[in-house]
């Protein structure tokens, strides 16, 4: 637990600085560093030790690239590219082994290898995104803080009301009242967040806009947390990884930011908070 404190206590304010700085291009590699550490522990996780180095090295390669689009604004042209030369790798690889082996890469292996390469930076590149937006800054910020506070209204609620639990052998612990706690801690956070915001910022917010991304932000939250705890109890794994010493991996920590990250930019997309 004191590792666990120590290492947010240090972790925190850097992310948050770096969020924060003038230049998106910062905050932008801290992302593709998030996403190709993310890829990697899913493969180490979940690939059975059938993923082949060129598999693994081009589905990294792309987790780090594709974020940095966002920050180019370059466009599906580019996401495109990448998942096709992704997947093309990962199946001429399957080829070869069945081929060669007899013992075939499976489709699911080619799978993971996608999803570690394709739709784990798409998650993370909404955060890019995000910053890259006016008033940037504070919408990316929302963004992570809501996962955090969403969790941790989740986490408190349960402990303090929980009372039904095993609604998913999934997470057997949590509580129907957990749930309902993170909805209502991550709605009433982005409001009072955008209250703040708007004093700082100087300009209005829609609070209409900011309550929807507390509700369906902190829903995309819980069920990303859910699905990436679905893949560690079907496999066996308590952390995805020790690179953060306390929390585990990359994928342990920001998980959530995954689901919670698009749906925040789809929001605001549609609804401008400023």
């Excluded at 292996?109 to 909404?126: D, E, K, R």
């Excluded at 990316?140 to 929980?162: E, K, M, N, S």
């Excluded at 209250?195 to 609070?207: E, F, M, N, Q, T």
């Amino acid at each position: 637990m004191a590792k666990r404190i120590i290492v947010a206590c240090i972790f925190t304010p850097v992310m948050l600085w770096i969020m924060l700085v003038p230049s998106p291009l910062v905050w932008t590699t801290l992302v593709c560093f998030i996403s190709a550490m993310a890829a990697f522990e899913l493969m180490r996780a979940a690939g059975e030790g059938k993923i082949t180095l060129p598999m693994k090295v081009v589905t990294i390669i792309a987790a780090a690239l594709m974020p940095l689009g966002s920050w180019a604004e370059l466009g599906m042209a580019y996401v495109n590219l990448l998942s096709f030369v992704v997947t093309a790798v990962c199946f001429w690889c399957a080829i070869r082994a069945y081929d060669e082996d007899g013992v075939p890469i499976g489709f699911y292996h080619v799978l993971v290898a996608l999803f570690g390469g394709v739709i784990i930076p798409l998650g993370f590149s909404a955060l890019v995104e995000l910053r890259t937006m006016d008033h940037g800054k504070y919408l990316v910020l929302l963004a992570v803080l809501l996962t955090f506070i969403t969790d941790a209204g989740a986490y408190f609620a349960g402990v303090f009301l929980g009372k039904h639990r095993g609604i998913t052998k999934v997470s057997p612990n949590k509580s129907v009242e957990g749930y309902i706690g993170g909805f209502i801690t991550g709605m009433v956070f982005a409001v009072l967040y955008g209250v703040v915001a708007s004093k700082i910022a100087g300009d209005g917010v829609d609070l209409l806009s900011l309550a929807l991304c507390g509700l369906f932000g902190a829903l995309a939250t819980e069920v990303g947390d859910l699905a990436f705890s679905f893949i560690k109890r079907q496999f066996g794994v308590k952390d995805y990884g020790h690179l953060l010493p306390g929390h585990g991996g990359m994928l342990d920590r920001f998980d959530s930011m995954i689901f919670c990250g698009p749906v925040v930019l789809f929001i605001v997309q549609c609804m401008p908070v400023f």
